[in-house]
């Protein structure tokens, strides 16, 4: 493991790709349950809306339940996803199709694809972007799946009224993406495996029983893959946390 201290036990970098697998493996009973739960969830609640649907109902409440089972097939989509990527990776298979692309858009398309689920949370998101370009030679999609995991996981665990801001800049040749929180913090003993496979930030809270842990170590393979690396910082529990995106640039 690679550690780097900008303040003593605040900053960590994320370990080497699927540096977890070996070591989750043993607990795959443990792993194939938490999947059938995180499954089971969003059907259930998907199957309740359509018995809603199929009712006599006001509009208001049938379009209630449509953007519902519309977040929870999104929820099911992107798990899915993203356990079929591990797998790739793992094997070595991901593929890449990198092209010249402008870092502010894929941020922006993250911010946008979790606009609703924001919103419905009551969280006040600031983005600052730069007014030129960002340039960096990457794959757009898997860029975009990055903020998105890092936005997703940072609105969890942020309670309702929470602060989110996203940063980028650049940073010598780096292209810099930062993702700050109000929520809940990362325990100092937890940052040094906040990247590992199945990990949760903190296995106390209830936010943390639900989940994978699979999220912040898929961002950490992906940003390898493309040359750069991930950081994860906070204060401590209760102070937020930052997670910040380094890729080189391509100027």
């Not at 370009?133 to 860029?143: E, H, I, K, Q």
């Not at 100092?188 to 699979?214: C, K, T, V």
């Not at 912040?216 to 992906?222: G, N, Q």
Request: charged share 25%; net charge neutral.
């Amino acid at each position: 493991m690679v550690v780097s201290d900008v303040a003593p036990g605040r900053l960590y970098l994320a370990r080497t790709p699927v540096d977890g697998l070996a070591r989750a493996h043993g607990g795959k009973d443990e792993f194939l349950a938490a999947v059938c739960h995180e499954l089971r969830c969003p059907l259930a609640a998907i199957q309740n809306a359509s018995r809603l649907l199929s009712s006599d109902v006001e509009p208001a409440a049938r379009l209630k339940a449509q953007v519902l089972m519309e977040r929870q097939i999104r929820r099911m989509t992107q798990l899915l996803g993203d356990l079929q990527d591990l797998s790739r990776i793992s094997h070595g298979g991901l593929p890449l199709r990198r092209e010249r692309l402008d870092l502010r858009s894929a941020v922006g398309n993250a911010i946008e694809t979790l606009d609703s689920d924001i919103k419905a949370r009551d969280h006040q998101l600031t983005a600052v972007l730069p007014d030129a370009p960002l340039w960096v030679y990457a794959d757009p999609l898997r860029l975009e799946q990055v903020f998105v995991n890092l936005l997703s996981n940072a609105s969890k665990y942020t309670d309702a009224g929470g602060e989110l801001t996203v940063r980028a800049h650049r940073q010598d040749d780096l292209a810099v993406v930062r993702i700050r929180d109000s929520g809940i913090g990362i325990a100092p003993e937890a940052l040094p495996f906040i990247f590992d496979l199945f990990r949760q930030a903190d296995a106390g809270n209830p936010r943390s029983r639900s989940g994978l842990g699979i999220g912040l170590a898929l961002v950490r393979d992906i940003v390898s893959l493309h040359g750069g690396r991930v950081t994860a910082a906070s204060e401590g529990i209760g102070r937020g946390s930052e997670f910040a995106v380094q890729l080189p640039g391509e100027y």
